[in-house]
């Protein structure tokens, strides 16, 4: 069993910045791959960024390439998200997932999730 907990999520201007932090418990956290998803009102759970458990491979979608940055820390078991020259469209709720398995985009081919975190960009 994993727990995750995010934060850092808030509201920010359009061109600002926010860290999203999960905080990982209650398993080898260096064993799962961690994806950032985000799931706007009306639309589907995406995944906007991945990572192995090693950081040796990370994904990210095409809408925050270049802006968004992930990344882990093995002994804190907390992954990150770094989001810069935000847009009013990258307002969402934000959850991190794991699994033991290798990279996916799939939602549902994850098996541990955290409860949210809401990330809210003014134009």
């Known amino acids: 069993q994993v727990q995750l907990v995010e934060s850092g999520g808030g509201l920010v201007q359009a061109g600002g910045s926010l860290r999203l932090s999960c905080a990982a418990s209650g398993a080898t956290f260096s064993r799962y791959g961690l994806g950032w998803f985000r799931q706007a009102p009306g639309k589907e759970r995406e995944c906007v960024a991945y990572?192995?458990?090693?950081?040796?491979?990370?994904y990210y979608a095409d809408s925050v390439k270049g802006r968004f940055t992930i990344s882990r820390d093995n002994v804190k078991n907390t992954v990150y998200l770094q989001m810069n020259s935000l847009k009013p469209e990258d307002t969402a709720d934000y959850y991190c997932?794991?699994?033991?398995?290798?990279?996916?985009?799939?939602?549902?081919?994850?098996?541990?999730w955290g409860q949210g975190t809401q990330v809210t960009v003014s134009s």
């Open positions: 997932a794991a699994r033991s398995g290798g990279a996916t985009l799939n939602a549902k081919l994850y098996d541990y």
């Open positions: 990572i192995s458990w090693n950081g040796g491979y990370t």
